[in-house]
């Protein structure tokens, strides 16, 4: 069933059809494409190009379809090419020959255009809360979980940390990833509806009706970008791979600190799995299905840009293929960030392991070096020194703070009784703390 064909004397093709057909996929949009369709009659209506009774027989015919989707009366499948053919279809049924007044001064370029704008501000938005959402659990969790660990630079023991220090670097990251995608609505909250194909209408329409039924900030300022426009779930899709990339690396991390290596944490059990052979297993699925998924978004990304690189003004039916990696973009990340939030709010951090391995890991030796230049050595040759009293460390088997002040001077005459509350874990911490706040 199609709303075209006039203009054709041959049958379209079967496997054209298939081939055409968006139902399937874009069936998602039907809210969309309801509330559009009744912002843009109640404009038609306004601007008397159709009268009071056919804009409210219409408006009463959509709100009686949405209806029956929503409560599973009506389900949206069937020999139609899109959503949009669907609807209009369904409401002729429901309104008789009125329903065919709808599609005046309006094609589906903008349709689809207007359907796409306020469902991705929509997603965006939900993403945006769960954002808000495991922003407030990393808080919590550091809050509750302040204890001393190593910190890291290539992967070997640097510093000493807190776990709190080190889960907020996490939630800054997503609280810009946040900032974008409110930057990303922002920038995007524009309605392309009366663009039509791409010169606008004859009819003497109001944009600015539309634009404050529909809730967006204005009208699209050029009728052929505005239906050729996909920047807008370019920049979105964009911010969902940076939020899967942060995520990505925090698996990493948990995946790295759950092996017996390091038994840093727990991941609970309600986010892993075991194995069908080795009974002893537990394995961090969750966090590797995060990290796993992060490729797939990255891919609905390059699929879109590649998609649209070529592509001249204005609607061309290539950019049918925004939906579907922009859906499972927008799903996929929905569902890492729950998963994140609830493997967070479940996860045992174990304070005695990473204080042993902060004990094994010279993280002091910075520290030590600074006393030596706070005495009166040029760092290089602190550097230099503290170097050598960790080789000398390693072959003892001993830490730093474990030697006597006596072994100290042999290596220089500038350590004092003080240099241990100066290198002290806490200590250094609490400098250091002072600092980055």
């Given amino acids: 069933m199609k709303l075209w064909g006039g203009r054709f004397i041959d049958k379209e093709s079967k496997l054209m059809e298939d081939f055409n057909s968006s139902l399937s996929f874009d069936k998602r949009l039907y809210y969309e494409d309801i509330i559009g369709s009744i912002a843009h009659v109640k404009m038609l209506s306004k601007c008397s190009i159709l009268t009071n009774d056919e804009s409210i027989t219409i408006v009463n015919g959509l709100n009686s379809i949405l209806s029956d989707i929503q409560e599973g009366k009506l389900i949206i499948e069937g020999d139609y090419e899109d959503i949009h053919s669907f609807m209009e279809i369904q409401l002729t049924k429901l309104v008789g020959d009125v329903g065919k007044k709808l599609h005046t001064a309006r094609s589906r370029n903008d349709q689809v255009a207007v359907d796409m704008r306020l469902y991705s501000k929509r997603k965006a938005g939900e993403v945006i809360d769960n954002l808000d959402d495991i922003l407030n659990t990393i808080i919590k969790l550091g809050n509750d979980n302040a204890f001393i660990m190593p910190g890291y630079t290539h992967m070997q023991r640097a510093q000493v940390v807190t776990f709190k220090q080190h889960i907020m670097a996490y939630y800054n990251m997503l609280s810009r990833d946040k900032k974008r995608l409110l930057s990303a609505s922002e920038i995007m909250d524009e309605n392309p509806l009366g663009c039509c194909a791409l010169a606008g209408t004859t009819y003497d329409t109001d944009r600015g009706f539309t634009t404050t039924e529909l809730g967006f900030k204005k009208p699209v300022d050029n009728f052929m970008d505005g239906v050729s426009d996909r920047d807008y779930l370019l920049e979105l899709l964009s911010g969902f791979s940076i939020i899967m990339m942060h995520l990505s690396r925090l698996s990493e991390e948990f995946i790295l600190w759950s092996t017996k290596e390091f038994d840093f944490i727990e991941i609970s059990d309600q986010f892993s799995t075991g194995s069908s052979i080795m009974p002893q297993k537990r394995n961090p699925d969750a966090a590797e299905l995060i990290r796993g998924k992060t490729g797939r978004v990255y891919g609905d990304l390059m699929g879109l840009l590649t998609t649209m690189k070529g592509i001249p003004l204005a609607y061309n039916k290539d950019m049918q293929e925004d939906k579907e990696p922009f859906f499972d973009a927008v799903d996929t990340v929905l569902s890492c960030i729950k998963v994140m939030n609830e493997m967070l709010r479940s996860l045992k951090v174990k304070k005695d392991n990473m204080r042993a391995a902060v004990k094994r890991g010279f993280l002091n030796a910075t520290e030590a070096a600074d006393y030596l230049v706070k005495n009166g050595m040029a760092f290089r040759d602190a550097h230099a020194v503290i170097g050598t009293i960790v080789i000398h460390c390693e072959k003892k088997h001993t830490a730093i703070e ?36």
């Fill in 402 to 437: 474990d030697l006597t002040l006596v072994e100290l001077k042999g290596f220089s005459e500038l350590f004092n009784e003080d240099v241990y509350e100066f290198i002290d874990y806490e200590n250094t911490l609490s400098r250091g703390i002072k600092k980055e706040m």
